[in-house]
């Protein structure tokens, strides 16, 4: 109970300190801080697909690109509202994640791995083939624009939002049935768990998460959306974050979200590092280092300063 | 007689767990010696903390020498072949190839050695290159130990050979742990449930429960031995 | 002695081979469609050719992935980004005046130790930790090595030497480019090299046992460790083979050389079953002469549907035989 209070307590402040903290900053760092939003959506999505029930996917790039692409074509050809936009992404995402879901049932590890890694490098190309719609190489343009401060609020909103689905969904059936998942197919299964079901459940979910995720993003990048955004890149960056933050744990994702979010950036403050050429290198190296310190990201962090306390709280007791 | 291995105040531990609470014990140079117990007494982690497989405080002479505590690859370099449980068998190499590993820390020609290894074991010879892993758990059995003697160890450390055999295969398999024994000169540390028979094939034996040294002595002896009888002889 | 043993114990399993009958089957009437092609059509030939050496560098690179995984089980996202910084170091090489063999030679002594040297000091810290943390290594370092290469070099073209040469050889009406045959037998002779070396030698011999079962070879005395980080060194100088064969025409290098062979490399790796090197190469081939005859006859499949293609082909073998063609089936399904 204690535990839960805690946790309350801090979404609560945190949730307080979002809703103030844009009236202190500049318009630059407003768009920022909603890009972190953005990832934040993303690797809370893929959080709940590879934390949660164990199938690796390294192919969310492609679901924001479906996103994405669907809040700019839908802006473009139909002047839909941009939030009705994200809801349409959400919707769309979701079954094209169960349709993604359903063949990867019969994949494994490093195989599925490998055959989402291929989905996120397939997804982006089908734009430049089907130019006449989806714009070609030159993108599709959304009819509206948006603000950073409209931008940061729609993207920490959502982010909140989809913040408490997904703890709804983990604290219930659905989520014991994930984890149950996650640590054992076979006593999963022996305990009556529909495996299909709920894993291409959650291939369903996550991928709505990155649709939203992808929406954002293009709200972000002035409305427009572009094969070069949604590259190889994108999906590395997302797993980045998504190990970093650490799998099974909700507040670690925050912590990736604000690495991959503001890293290359606020590195390329440094002086010495200047060009996006250093930042490639810095981020690198960072990478590197934090895998090699905290190989179970901050969610691991996070848990074994957990275990101390504890064990400190025990021998106080004693 | 010289002690080839010792092991004073040995601990090992899995992770949290502790698995031996300091086990002392003796190998004498050309000895067979045997370390009987139950399940869980703690014999497979004597042999491991000797090798180096599992980590370990306290101290291992070796032919003289205190073994340092590194990994597994160091205790076959400085003479010691160990036959884990499950046979260390390479399953998915063939026949000549397992033995060759067992050379893998001898310099030089293993012609000899495969001779001799072939007189032992003359259906190794036409069966080099069938697949280990199809092999039946008594021919498994018979490589592990070729495989321990291309090593040309001065210490063999068997971990329950006769796991998962027929009667009449263990007592082949000990007959030639005996003629390794006698005719090349092989100190062996044989781990067993089968106490019958392990204290027939060894000049001394230890009996661990739960990780500590119980009882030890000449096998005549532990054989008449009332607790020793009645635990693991049967009557 | 052990007659007795021999007369007990004999039941003979049949040894799980990787590769069914079904997939041998197929493999071979593709053989077959491929030569009947070849002998009908000379632009089949050529395609098929080219085809083949796009291929080879493919297989090359793919081998150099299921190493690696075979080894370690990891997936090296970087092993691209590090052919393309040896092929750079071999520019490098070549300003400074070297010969381009010499030039060859020396990148491939650099590319092995740079293997090593990766291993040892990025991967060994995590690679017991956690299978999540040693990828994402890797994708660090692709991030990395990208950054540097830009960095150093600048990301505009450059034009490199070219091994073979624009001439062409004519087989009756089919006309063979050099560098097609030139590529061919550089990587396939590496892979043979290696292949011998895996086969044949003491080396070999542990460093298949240190990947198959790393426990059973530290106790015959195999230092694990350094049969990995020499596998990892390996794995680089095919990488670089890979790197220095992808253009043997006018070599047009930039720091996005190996993206794209990369995934194809993938797919070969993944299509042949990750933990067996000839289905890579035969992966790698495969993908190769495919692709080309598919583009040459197929409207529909545009240079931009190249990928995409690969990769549908690709999931469906997989539909059907999870572990690739080559695999052994280790599918967990309940």
């Known amino acids: ?318 | ?235 | 002695m052990s007659a007795l043993a021999h007369r007990i114990g004999l039941r003979r399993r049949r040894s799980d081979r990787g590769v069914s009958l079904p997939v041998l089957a197929a493999l071979a009437a593709a053989c077959v469609f491929i030569v009947i092609g070849c002998l009908s059509s000379n632009i089949f030939a050529e395609q098929t050719v080219a085809g083949l050496a796009q291929g080879a560098v493919y297989a090359s690179l793919a081998l150099a992935l299921v190493l690696i995984y075979r080894a370690t089980e990891v997936i090296n996202f970087a092993q691209g980004e590090m052919a393309m910084a040896s092929v750079y170091i071999a520019y490098q090489l070549l300003q400074w005046g070297f010969s381009y063999w010499e030039a060859f030679f020396v990148t491939l002594a650099v590319a092995l130790v740079l293997g090593i040297v990766i291993q040892v000091v990025l991967i060994r810290p995590v690679q017991h930790k956690s299978v999540i943390a040693v990828v994402i290594v890797t994708v660090g370092l692709f991030i990395l090595i990208d950054g540097l290469v830009n960095w150093k070099w600048g990301g505009d073209i450059k034009f490199m030497q070219a091994p073979f040469g624009n001439k062409l050889y004519h087989v009756g009406a089919v006309t063979i480019a050099r560098q097609d045959i030139g590529t061919l037998v550089i990587t396939i002779g590496s892979v043979l090299i290696l292949w011998i070396l895996f086969q044949y030698t003491k080396l070999g011999l542990a460093m298949r046992a240190a990947a198959l079962r790393p426990a059973a070879a530290a106790l015959v005395g195999v230092r694990v460790d350094w049969m990995l980080a020499i596998g990892w060194g390996l794995a680089a100088v095919l990488g670089a083979v890979a790197g220095l064969m992808a253009e043997p025409s006018q070599f047009v290098l930039q720091p996005t050389l190996m993206q794209p062979i990369l995934l194809y490399a993938f797919a070969a790796a993944v299509l042949g079953g990750l933990e067996s090197p000839a289905g890579a190469v035969v992966g790698g081939l495969t993908i190769g002469v495919f692709l080309n005859l598919v583009g040459q006859y197929v409207h529909f499949i545009t240079s931009e549907l190249r990928l995409p293609f690969a990769f549908a082909v690709l999931l469906g073998v997989l539909v059907v035989k999870p572990t690739g063609l080559l695999g052994r089936g280790k599918v967990r399904k309940v």
């Open chain 1, 1 to 318: 109970m204690r535990v839960r209070a805690a946790g309350i307590g801090t979404a609560a402040a945190a949730a307080v300190v979002l809703a103030l903290l844009p009236f202190a900053l500049s318009a630059y760092h407003q768009a920022l801080a909603a890009q972190v939003g953005t990832f934040f959506v993303a690797i809370l999505g893929l959080n709940i697909l590879t934390g949660y029930t164990g199938q690796i996917s390294i192919g969310h790039g492609a679901f924001m690109a479906i996103g994405g692409y669907t809040t700019a074509v839908l802006s473009r050809d139909h002047h839909t509202n941009l939030v009705l936009t994200m809801a349409a992404a959400f919707a769309i995402c979701f079954c094209c994640g169960l349709l993604v879901g359903l063949p990867a049932l019969r994949l494994a590890g490093v195989y599925l791995a490998l055959a989402t890694f291929a989905f996120a490098v397939s997804v982006p190309q089908v734009p430049l083939k089907f130019s006449k719609y989806l714009g070609g190489s030159g993108g599709v343009q959304s009819a509206k624009t948006v603000g950073h401060l409209w931008l940061y609020g729609v993207s920490w909103t959502t982010a909140a939002v989809l913040f408490v689905l997904a703890w709804l969904i983990l604290r219930g059936r659905t989520g014991r049935a994930f984890r149950a998942v996650r640590d054992s197919e076979v006593a999963a299964t022996s305990s009556g768990v529909q495996l299909p079901v709920y894993k291409t459940l959650a291939f369903g979910i996550s991928a709505a998460f990155a649709g939203v995720a992808g929406s954002l993003f293009v709200m972000g990048t002035n409305g427009f959306a572009q094969p070069s955004e949604f590259g190889i890149l994108l999906s590395l960056q997302i797993l980045v974050g998504a190990a970093v933050a650490g799998l099974g744990s909700l507040w670690g994702v925050l912590a990736g979200a604000a690495f991959i979010g503001l890293l290359p950036t606020v590195s390329s403050d440094v002086p010495l590092i200047g060009s996006t050429h250093g930042q490639d290198v810095v981020f690198g190296l960072i990478v590197i280092v934090i895998m090699l310190l905290l190989p179970n990201g901050v969610a691991g962090l996070l848990a074994r300063l957990a275990r101390t306390r504890a064990r400190g709280l025990n021998r106080g007791s004693i």
């Open chain 2, 1 to 235: 007689m010289t002690a080839l291995l010792e092991l004073e105040d040995v601990t090992a531990r899995y992770g949290p767990i502790e698995a031996l609470h300091g086990v002392s014990l003796e190998v004498g140079e050309g000895q067979v010696v045997a370390v009987l117990g139950a399940n869980g007494a703690g014999k497979t982690t004597t042999l491991r903390a000797i090798s180096g497989t599992v980590r370990r405080e306290g101290i291992v002479r070796f032919a003289g020498r205190t073994l340092s505590r590194t990994g597994p690859d160091a205790a076959a370099r400085s003479g010691i072949a160990h036959v884990p449980e499950g046979r260390g068998t390479f399953a998915e190499l063939n026949v000549a190839e397992n033995l060759r590993l067992g050379a893998y820390t001898r310099r030089g020609s293993i012609r000899d050695d495969l001779a001799r290894v072939h007189q032992y074991f003359p259906w190794l010879e036409e069966r080099r290159n069938q697949q280990a892993g199809t092999l039946s758990g008594g021919e498994q059995q018979m490589l592990a130990l070729a495989r321990a003697f291309m090593q040309r160890p001065k210490l063999l450390l068997l971990d329950e050979p006769s796991l998962g055999l027929a009667p009449l295969l263990v007592t082949e398999v000990f007959r030639i742990v005996k003629e390794l024994n006698e005719a090349e000169g092989l100190t062996v540390l044989v781990v067993e449930q089968n106490a019958h028979i392990a204290l027939q094939a060894a000049q001394a034996a230890y009996v661990l429960e739960v990780g500590r040294v119980a009882l030890s002595g000449p096998s005549a002896e532990l054989a008449q031995h009332e607790s020793v009888r009645r635990s693991y002889l049967g009557y």
